[in-house]
Nanobody, 121 residues
Framework: QVTLVESGGGLVQPGGSLRLSCAAS????????KRWYRQAPGKQRELVAG???????NYADSVKGRFTISRDNAENMVYLQMNSLKPEDTAVYYC???????????????WGQGTQVTVSS
């Protein structure tokens, strides 16, 4: 069993910053791609940023230049540094990882429970 736990969400004023963290624990053999998604009320869940095991990154156009995704492979962590936050960034943020639990198993996507980010004055 694999568990992902996000932290770092909260209330911040427009223009402020937050750093989200996501820790994976459990029976982990290897982790490949790591991603952050978000879902605002009444909207579909959308991909915010992703990072491969080799460190290549991709971002939604709406967050390019403001958000930075990073990973710590040794600690099974992924981070999302969010700067210049806007009210439209308000959402529940979820981490997602592609995990292999043994040398004979396939890749499976796991999700965290989400952390609320609210940008408001």
């Amino acid at each position: 069993q694999v568990t992902l736990v996000e932290s770092g969400g909260g209330l911040v004023q427009p223009g402020g910053s937050l750093r989200l963290s996501c820790a994976a624990s459990g029976n982990i053999f290897r982790i490949y791609n790591k991603r952050w998604y978000r879902q605002a009320p009444g909207k579909q869940r959308e991909l915010v940023a992703g990072i491969t095991s080799g460190g290549s990154t991709n971002y939604a156009d709406s967050v390019k230049g403001r958000f930075t995704i990073s990973r710590d492979n040794a600690e099974n962590m992924v981070y999302l540094q969010m700067n210049s936050l806007k009210p439209e960034d308000t959402a529940v943020y979820y981490c997602n990882m592609d995990v292999v639990v043994s040398s004979s198993s396939g890749v499976r996507a796991y999700w965290g429970q989400g952390t609320q980010v609210t940008v408001s004055s």
